[in-house]
């Protein structure tokens, strides 16, 4: 089992410098990390740092302008010289997500994408929020992008919370999709005054230790810890998520 962070959870920190935060992280005990954007780092410098610090690339989210054309042909060596084989499109636009049929018609631009990277040697996934499960006769954004996409070409990373943000058990989705799930990203949910928002993990209403679980039945690679509302500094909340969840699972 691996347990990542997603940079973007310390993005303030890794826009300013993203080399020095990464060292910091690796004190933590982290032993991957899944980027965010690269903030114009040679990839051949990031190889060296990630190498130094014995840290491994739970993946990459990766805009879609990014994932096409000649774009995609500039991403894929990125992500080769720095040793990382899962690209993630981590949002569609909003005008490719609104009907049915605009999902489907995304699930069909996904495949490509998908294809391209596997006959490159690459795993390609797609990343959910909440509104991946608004319903469209019946059917779930999420369902329609899946179902119409191939599972070889186009695997699954989880957001659990934004799943059980939703009203979906992210268990449920995960037993239906089984082992195209290829990651989860993990982060604790708080309500306060009927909004939910992420908080520390250990503090929140989610039981993140059963996601773990029930993705491991699987052959989940990838657990991927994210938060994106704060109460204190994101670099203590990093090293604070990893300790609590591991001790969730002792």
Not at 194 to 219: A, F, R, V, W
Request: one cysteine or more; a negative charge.
């Amino acid at each position: 089992m691996e347990i990542g962070l997603q940079l973007y959870s310390v993005r303030e920190k890794t826009d300013k410098d993203l080399i020095g935060t990464i060292k910091q992280l690796a004190t933590y005990g982290y032993e991957s990390l899944q980027f965010a954007g690269f903030f114009g780092t040679p990839a051949d410098r990031l190889k060296e740092v990630l190498d130094e610090e014995k840290l491994k690339v739970a993946g990459a989210h990766i805009g879609l302008h990014q994932l096409q054309g000649d774009q995609l042909d500039q991403s894929l060596r990125y992500h080769e010289t720095i040793g990382n084989d899962l690209l993630i499109c981590p949002v569609l636009p909003r005008e490719m997500r609104e009907t049915g049929d605009e999902y489907k018609r995304s699930a069909e631009i996904l495949n490509k994408i998908g294809q391209t990277c596997k006959d490159a040697g690459f795993s390609f996934g797609y990343h959910n929020h909440n509104w991946e499960f608004e319903q469209f006769d019946g059917k779930t954004g999420f369902d329609l992008l899946f179902e119409n996409s191939d599972p070889e070409l186009v695997k699954i990373e989880l957001d659990c919370y934004w799943a059980k943000y939703a009203g979906y058990e992210p268990e449920d989705i995960i037993h239906q999709y089984k082992d195209r799930c290829v990651s989860l990203h993990l982060k604790d949910m708080k309500i306060e005054k009927d909004q939910k928002m992420s908080t520390e993990i250990g503090s929140g209403l989610l039981n993140l230790s059963q996601y773990i679980k029930t993705g491991k039945q699987y052959g989940v690679k990838w657990f991927v810890i994210e938060q994106e509302d704060y109460d204190r500094d994101p670099m203590i909340v990093a090293e604070s998520n990893l300790k609590n969840l591991k001790a969730q699972l002792i």
